[in-house]
Each structure stands twice: as C-alpha cells, then as structure tokens.
C-alpha cells in the first residue's frame, strides 16, 4: 500500500522561508516521479513543482525561482523548500507520486497523492 506522508506545513510571515517534506513508503521510491501540488480554498489544485526519477526538476509558473523541489532516494523522502513567501502561497500542500513515463503538470498524471500539510503565509 502506497503512502504519502507531508510535514512540515506551519504559519509563516510572508518574505520567511518554509520547508516542507514528504515521506514515501510501499512503493519502489528509486524509480518514481514525485511532485507537489497545492490547494487553496476556493481553487483547483494547482501544480507546484515535479522531480521525476532523472532528477530534472521543472515548475509551476508562480513557484519558478522561489521554490526548490529534491528528492532523497536514501531516505525515501522528497522536499520542498519554499522561498520569499508570499500571503497566495497560502494553501494545503500535497505530495504525489507516478509512474508513467513521461509526468506533467497535469493532476491527472499523478497516481497517488499524500493527506497534505497546512501553509499559511500571513502579510
């Protein structure tokens, strides 16, 4: 049984840093293409920032630049570290995980999906 669990999510002031991870178990972790996504109340959720199994990380248009997603295959673990905060990075931050062979930005993409952590960015 696949399961993603978040951490890190908290209240933050905006222009702060925040990190967030998410721990990975029942599925061959090495060879997975992981992801975060967000939700925000009221919206769609929305891609983030994807590292597939090659480790070429790619974006979401409002993160590029400010956010940094890794991946530890040792530890089963992947990352996100969260700069220049900003009060719309508000939302539920959510990890995912997938298997086809060439993931996008696309929800659809992405098989399995963690509980997801809380971030609040106050002005």
């Known amino acids: 049984q696949v399961q993603l669990v978040e951490s890190g999510g908290e209240l933050v002031q905006a222009g702060g840093s925040l990190g967030l991870s998410c721990a990975a178990s029942g599925l061959a972790f090495r060879v997975a293409h992981m992801a975060w996504f967000r939700q925000a109340p009221g919206k769609e959720r929305e891609f983030v920032a994807a590292?597939?199994?090659?480790?070429?990380?790619f974006y979401g248009n409002s993160v590029e630049g400010r956010f940094t997603i890794s991946r530890d295959n040792a530890k089963n673990t992947t990352y996100l570290q969260m700069n220049s905060l900003n009060p719309e990075d508000t939302a539920i931050y959510y990890c995912?995980?997938?298997?086809?062979?060439?993931?996008?930005?696309?929800?659809?993409?992405?098989?399995?999906w963690g509980q997801g952590t809380q971030v609040i960015v106050s002005s």
């Open positions: 995912a995980a997938t298997f086809i062979v060439f993931p996008s930005r696309k929800r659809a993409d992405w098989d399995f």
């Open positions: 590292i597939p199994r090659d480790g070429n990380a």
